[in-house]
């Protein structure tokens, strides 16, 4: 089975930095397209950066391109998700994701606990 863990959230000012990893377990990462989603209260999911199972092809929602970067290391199976120039619209609980397929289709096959990101004003 398929555990994912997020770490690496907080509460920082507007302009900080953060950096988010998810750790993978019970499988073969590199047989997994994984993605950044986060979600605030009242609000869908919503999809923030994905990435394909061999890190070739990576694509990101329009209000977070230019500051957040995705990534993988397959060798420590862990994903990252590095975020710079923080707004306080990026607060939102954030959630690892995972999918058996080559890249990330729509739906996610396992998910994190989420990781509340906090960006006071």
């Known amino acids: 089975q398929v555990r994912l863990v997020e770490s690496g959230g907080g509460l920082v000012q507007a302009g900080d930095s953060l950096r988010l990893s998810c750790v993978f377990s019970?499988?073969?990462?590199?047989?997994?397209?994984m993605a950044w989603f986060r979600q605030t209260p009242g609000k869908e999911r919503e999809l923030v950066a994905k990435?394909?199972?061999?890190?070739?092809?990576?694509d990101y929602a329009d209000s977070v391109k230019g500051r957040f970067t995705i990534s993988r290391v397959t060798n420590k199976k862990t994903m990252y998700l590095q975020m710079n120039s923080l707004k306080p619209e990026d607060t939102a609980v954030y959630y690892c994701?995972?999918?058996?397929?080559?890249?990330?289709?729509?739906?996610?096959?396992?998910w994190g606990q989420g990781t509340q990101v906090t960006v006071s004003s």
């Open positions: 990435i394909s199972r061999i890190g070739s092809s990576i």
């Open positions: 994701a995972a999918k058996y397929a080559p890249t990330f289709p729509a739906r996610a096959d396992y």
């Open positions: 019970g499988a073969i990462f590199s047989d997994y397209a």
